[in-house]
């Protein structure tokens, strides 16, 4: 494949998954506040189960499309499965008319819906050293998404409603298909693209797992991911419900925090390639705590949203996931990016089901859910710490070897 083509093919992804954001992000934000007032849902222990059905099929299953994309050595295949999981699972979310044909939509949705996220990543870290870089510039083209999502359904959420806003996604997420399927092209992998882990590819997801450091990324990136989604699953509720403040400033929030990754996510991941992930890693961790702990004491809807704008998902993201391309192989770049993705969904999951318990039965309130969020980032911060080592070896090890070769 010639560098043009290649390059090409790199942009179309960065297009299609933008789209495929802006479709994600209309309905992601209002999900807990549409159980709550459209599909009448009352009891924050159900509500929040509901809201956790997709990121926990999607835990299981997103390692599972990971190996299966290693298997067959192509990329382009999972990434449209993915996408057209995402369009019909938004289609038929506006028909629904209660909590359980929701329940059932998403379940289904989400085993195809998974396939996306691990193909595309796995895709861009292929064939290049620039593995940060890319996962850098895929977080800015998902966060522009993100932000033209969530000002258009912050707008459209109140004349509109959640049925209208479902079936504009599902037209959005058309268009990331038609992207991904014309213009995206496979890529071939490159031995010399991973100097310290080629020799080491392993045959089955099980035997990755075995990696140094490898459990230790997964469990940071499913705690910290717990203790955000904890409080993102009823962030609406919060804005909105608790401090009175307008559908608007969710949309506002959500577009705060895209916006802010659309100017600096790109040169994270130059840093990450230049320095290594570990360092960023622990400052967003940091962020969460320091991002839980405000939102915990805000006391009016400006400064909750404020404070929900922090970009810090973005250098979350982008650091954990460079961390584990850097410990894979082009061979074995799906599992490596299904099993990160899987642990975030795993935190996706239980976040909101741990947090559903607390406000029922502990809080009885919806605010205080933020120190779930402290708590599970402080140890998501330790284990990051203790990942620091590990990635400074990685770095010194593919500087000799680069040398070497040189």
């Not at 290049?128 to 800015?140: A, L, N, P, S």
């Not at 940071?220 to 203790?227: E, I, N, Q, V």
């Not at 940091?286 to 004491?297: E, I, M, R, S």
């Not at 805000?298 to 460079?322: E, H, R």
Request: with cysteine; aromatic share 14%.
């Amino acid at each position: 494949m010639n560098v043009r083509l290649n390059e090409r093919s790199i942009l179309a992804v960065y297009v299609s998954y933008a789209f495929l954001a802006t479709s994600q992000a209309m309905s992601w934000q209002f999900i807990s506040y549409f159980i709550l007032h459209d599909l009448q849902v009352t009891n924050f222990f159900v509500l929040n189960i509901i809201w956790s059905i997709a990121p926990l099929v999607m835990m299981v299953t997103m390692s599972l499309w990971g190996s299966a994309s290693d298997k067959i050595r192509k990329r382009k295949p999972f990434m449209l499965i993915g996408m057209l999981g995402y369009g019909a699972t938004n289609l038929f979310s506006s028909f629904v008319i209660d909590g359980f044909q929701y329940s059932i939509v998403l379940f289904i949705g989400s085993i195809f819906a998974a396939s996306a996220i691990p193909a595309g990543q796995a895709h861009l870290t292929t064939g290049t050293k620039k593995k940060g870089e890319r996962i850098g510039f895929f977080m800015v083209a998902q966060s522009a998404g993100w932000f033209f999502g969530a000002i258009m359904s912050g707008f459209l959420y109140a004349p509109l409603g959640m049925f209208f806003l479902y079936r504009l996604a599902a037209i959005i997420c058309l268009i990331s298909i038609v992207i991904c399927y014309v213009f995206v092209t496979e890529i071939a992998p490159d031995s010399n693209s991973d100097p310290v882990i080629v020799s080491q590819s392993s045959s089955s997801i099980i035997d990755y797992v075995k990696r140094p450091g490898i459990l230790k990324l997964a469990f940071a990136a499913a705690f910290s991911a717990l203790g955000i989604n904890a409080i993102a699953s009823v962030m609406s509720i919060v804005i909105v419900d608790e401090l009175g403040g307008l559908e608007f400033y969710v949309g506002l929030a959500n577009a705060g925090a895209t916006l802010a990754a659309v100017l600096f996510t790109g040169y994270i991941g130059k840093l990450i390639d230049k320095r290594g992930p570990a360092g960023v890693l622990i400052g967003a961790y940091v962020g969460y705590c320091l991002f839980a702990t405000g939102f915990a004491f805000a006391a009016d809807p400006i400064t909750a949203t404020i404070l929900f704008a922090m970009p810090v998902y973005a250098l979350a993201s982008t650091a954990a996931i460079s961390f584990a391309s850097l410990m894979s192989s082009d061979a074995e770049r799906g599992r490596a990016m299904g099993l990160i993705n899987g642990a975030q969904n795993a935190g996706a999951a239980f976040g909101p089901i741990l947090g559903g318990l607390f406000i029922e039965y502990v809080f009885l309130a919806v605010q205080p859910v933020s120190w779930i969020g402290v708590v599970f980032n402080i140890i998501a911060l330790v284990l990051a710490i203790s990942l620091y080592p590990v990635a400074q070896k990685i770095r010194r090890q593919n500087s000799q070897i680069t040398v070497d070769m040189d």
